[in-house]
């Protein structure tokens, strides 16, 4: 009997030691890029490098762990982008167009946070919820039909000057697709196979700074 209470006590103190519960709230401000859908990573590196203009944006997150540093990280991100198209003239030539897109990105990631000493790094992924909103009022009063599914992947890097308060580094990488059925074409004809196919419409990579505070 002894030894029995023994083993629970040791499995008891074993599962506490286990359990540990982190709740964590941040705010960063964000610099990134939309990258071309059909681009290859090594092109879009390239872009990003020659590039002379950049997004940015805000954002705030909360961070549910339990077990170990695993949990859930939830995550609004608004992020205004200037892109350019090409516009029809009245004289029959084109022109470059400036055009800025505001886009709200909602993203609750599975998340792992490894703590070591003053610096915690986490990673995770999960879904992206997206919507381009002119601003942040239009969001609050959508639909979710009017989201686009995607994935989110990221990481953070985070340093603590405090036992709660710390900065974060963090880094993004969402991707969005269109789904469509594959047509072949035989002989002049267009035939729908009812294949899906999935052709990506949104890659964009950006980098954030900010503080975080953990309650507890």
Same mark, same amino acid.
């Given at each position: 009997m002894k030894k029995?209470? %023994?083993? &629970?006590?040791? +499995?008891?103190? $074993? %599962?506490? &030691?286990?359990? +540990?519960?982190? $709740?964590?709230?941040?705010?960063? +401000?964000?610099?990134?890029s939309?990258?071309?859908p059909e681009s290859s990573l090594r092109d879009s590196a390239i872009t990003i490098k020659d590039s002379d203009t950049f997004d940015f944006g805000f954002g705030a997150y909360g961070n549910f762990a339990l077990f170990?540093?695993?949990?859930?990280?939830?995550?609004?991100?608004?992020i205004k982008s200037s892109i350019t198209f090409l516009g029809d003239k009245k004289d029959g030539t084109t022109e470059e167009?400036?055009?800025?897109?505001?886009?709200?990105?909602?993203?609750?990631?599975v998340w792992l946070n490894l703590d070591l000493w003053k610096f915690t790094i986490g990673f995770g992924?999960?879904?992206?919820?997206?919507?381009?909103?002119?601003?942040?009022?239009?969001a609050a009063h959508s639909s979710k039909t009017d989201f686009v599914t995607g994935l989110i992947a990221g990481a953070d890097f985070k340093f603590y000057i405090t036992d709660h308060l710390g900065l974060v580094l963090s880094g993004r990488y969402i991707m969005e697709w269109q789904k469509s059925n594959y047509v072949l074409e035989a002989y002049g004809q267009s035939v729908d196979?009812?294949?899906?196919?999935?052709?990506?419409?949104?890659k964009t990579l950006y980098g954030g700074l900010g503080i975080e505070y953990k309650l507890f």
């Open positions: 029995i209470i %023994a083993i &629970a006590i040791t +499995a008891i103190c $074993l %599962a506490s &030691a286990s359990f +540990a519960l982190d $709740l964590e709230f941040g705010g960063r +401000a964000i610099l990134g939309n990258l071309d170990g540093g695993l949990g859930i990280q939830a995550e609004a991100n608004y167009m400036p055009y800025e897109l505001h886009t709200l990105d909602i993203s609750p990631m992924a999960g879904p992206n919820f997206s919507i381009v909103v002119p601003d942040l009022q239009t196979t009812n294949v899906p196919i999935y052709d990506p419409t949104r």
